[in-house]
């Protein structure tokens, strides 16, 4: 559900209202909570809701059954699974990223190898192939970079980490939905994902968490709630772990924001992923060819197609004001400091002619210069 006079180039940073979805909650609020109150947890499967919705999404990232579920925000399964990494590698120090991580993976990981206080650290390079050695723990990366849209090769990079004998977590927030993924066939350990974004669960929609099978048996999690204990209704006074993936889940499941995600996660197992990279990879070419035709912008994403996810991504100096004046114009997309204007390009709902459009704004804001107007100059709270 979009407004007629506004073209949507921001479901990077968060996804539509699917037209379904405002049923789905409301069916949940009225007919479950209202009516059914707390039997909903048996008779309406809530208690199986977040395994439901993370088989799911399962299927859309490549994962096999009994791998992935839904649980808490990325920032906390970011923690939780590198913890897990680092028990899982002892003797070796370092969690190993780029430089250019979204800034909230950095400062999970601080955070945590600070409560460690076990000589732990956090290594930032330009290059991690060539950095990976065996003081590495644990290979850290966002698959697609949240400023560029450069995606990484999620196999080649995989496999350098394993043959230097360490783990790999991979943050799939901003290709989850758009790209194709093949975590089991890739041999990925661990991976994350947000749920607002290409999959349009809802703003603060619940993440994901994916551990493959061989690693589930030896996963000791820092984070240990009653559903994620073999017997959740024992109510036991110590802890044992569920089997499998399900002993990731911590606390009681949000079910009105499980129920607007699996809406949106339903929608997006409709669309062939083939199909979806192929229009997402045309739509960036368009947008790239008609916009580097007004000349000032200097492109950020990947030239080659292989190389970037669902979106692009230019710097201007005046990028702020440039993307606030398009936005008052109807064309809504997002800024990122310094001075970067991204454009998301999900398949599902962008057309070709939002492409044309859109970049029709960007021709009118730059020859006219209306970006030089004051108004868009002060900066908001959210870019």
């Known amino acids: 559900m979009l407004p007629d006079d506004v073209i949507y180039l921001d479901g990077n940073s968060l996804g539509p209202l699917p037209k379904a979805t405002k049923t789905r909650v409301l069916e949940v609020l009225e007919r479950e909570w209202g009516h059914s109150l707390i039997r909903s947890w048996t008779d309406h499967g809530w208690i199986d809701l977040q395994f439901r919705v993370g088989e ?14 839904v649980a808490d925000s990325t920032s906390v399964n970011l923690f939780k699974l590198l913890a897990a990494a680092l028990h899982m590698r002892p003797g070796r120090a370092v969690i190993l990223t780029e430089e250019g991580n979204f800034p909230t993976d950095l400062y999970v990981a601080q955070g945590l190898t600070a409560l460690l206080q076990r000589g732990h650290v956090l290594r930032q390079t330009a290059d991690v192939m060539s950095k990976l050695d065996d003081t590495v723990a644990v290979l850290m990366l966002t698959h697609a970079n949240y400023r560029s849209g450069a995606m990484h090769d999620m ?11 360490a783990l790999v977590l991979w943050d799939l927030s901003h290709s989850a939905g758009a790209v194709p993924l093949r975590l089991d066939a890739d041999g990925v350990d661990f991976a994350v994902g947000c749920g607002y974004k290409y999959l349009n669960g809802g703003p603060g929609a619940p993440a994901f968490l994916f551990v493959a099978k061989h690693l589930q048996d030896d996963l000791r999690l820092p984070l240990t709630g009653w559903l994620g204990h073999a017997a959740p209704f024992a109510f036991e006074s110590s802890y044992r772990p569920a089997a499998g993936v399900a002993r990731a889940v911590v606390g009681t499941p949000p079910i009105l924001s499980l129920a607007a995600l699996e809406t949106g996660v339903d929608i997006a ?47 201007h100096p005046d990028g702020y004001a440039i993307m606030q004046a398009m936005i008052e114009r109807g064309v809504i997309g997002d800024f990122r400091a310094p001075d970067v204007l991204r454009f998301g390009l999900a398949p599902l709902y962008v057309r070709y002619v939002d492409v044309w459009d859109a970049v029709a704004v960007v021709r009118d804001v730059m020859r006219g210069e209306a970006w030089r107007d004051a108004r868009y100059q002060q900066r908001r709270s959210v870019t």
């Open 56 to 69: 799911k999404i399962g299927r859309l990232i490549g994962a096999p059954a009994g791998t992935t579920v």
């Open 155 to 165: 196999a080649a990079l995989t496999r350098a980490a394993h043959a230097a004998g």
């Open 269 to 315: 197992l409709e669309a062939p992923i083939a199909a979806v990279r192929a229009k997402s990879l045309r739509l960036a070419e368009l947008f790239i060819a008609l916009t580097e035709q007004e000349g000032g912008f200097r492109l950020l994403t990947p030239r080659q197609p292989a190389a970037r996810g669902s979106q692009v991504a230019f710097a």
